[in-house]
T-cell receptor
Framework: LAKTTQPISMDSYEGQEVNITCSHN???????ITWYQQFPSQGPRFIIQ???TKVTNEVASLFIPADRKSSTLSLPRVSLSDTAVYYC?????????????FGTGTRLLVSP | ETGVTQTPRHLVMGMTNKKSLKCEQH?????MYWYKQSAKKPLELMFV???????ENNSVPSRFSPECPNSSHLFLHLHTLQPEDSALYLC??????????????FGPGTRLTVL
């Protein structure tokens, strides 16, 4: 089972900032937090990864509070093409191998 | 284009057929993965290979048989599948197997239909 909980769906309009929050209350000390984006009938695409505080790249920002029990993916000024499913993942230890377990994700719909 | 290719993109097979899915990564990565994505279900990790050695077998039925002949190629051999095996099968690769360098690059997937 995934170690994360996120909203099933969100709606937004073009040009708005979208913040998707993920809960991971049982995150382990050595777990990283990673976000992926998936369009229909395509493989997921890496967006951003962080361990603590704030990480920013050319497409998104990731905010992680000090207790690391949650994280927020921030998408600035979304467009119609940002309509997709967004997954929050944390690494999981299993037989010495860190693997990623995908949950159900958040389905973001951006409207004109 | 992610640097991970999969063939075929679409496959229809009967329950008695034998077929293989192929994945190739051009990124010099050391780890490769097979995932299954059924309709309205999360991605399920099936197999993981690290440096050509299988390190994860997620309780997958034996009718799915992976093969990793080298670090760039990964196969999934299929035989006597069931209709419920119809899904999108995704291949991914990553530089390493630890979270810090575990950004996974996914291929476009093979849409499999079992009749």
């Amino acid at each position: 089972l995934a170690k994360t909980t996120q909203p099933i769906s969100m709606d937004s309009y073009e040009g708005q900032e979208v913040n998707i929050t993920c809960s991971h209350n049982n995150i382990a000390t050595n777990d990283y937090i990673t976000w992926y984006q998936q369009f229909p009938s395509q493989g997921p695409r890496f967006i951003i990864q962080g361990y603590k505080t704030k990480v920013t790249n050319e497409v998104a920002s990731l905010f992680i509070p000090a207790d690391r029990k949650s994280s927020t993916l921030s998408l600035p000024r979304v467009s119609l093409s940002d309509t997709a499913v967004y997954y929050c993942l944390v690494g999981e230890e299993n037989t010495g191998f860190q693997k990623l377990v995908f949950g159900t994700g958040t389905r973001l719909l951006v409207s004109p | 284009e992610t640097g991970v290719t999969q063939t075929p993109r679409h496959l229809v097979m009967g329950m008695t057929n034998k077929k293989s899915l192929k994945c190739e990564q051009h990124l010099g990565h050391n780890a490769m993965y097979w995932y299954k994505q059924s309709a309205k279900k999360p991605l399920e990790l099936m197999f993981v290979y690290s440096l050509e050695e299988r390190v994860e077998n997620n309780s997958v039925p034996s009718r799915f048989s992976p093969e990793c002949p080298n670090s760039s190629h990964l196969f999934l051999h299929l035989h006597t599948l069931q209709p419920e095996d119809s899904a999108l099968y995704l291949c991914a690769s990553s530089p390493g197997r630890l979270p810090a360098n575990n950004e996974q690059f996914f291929g476009p997937g093979t849409r499999l239909t079992v009749l």
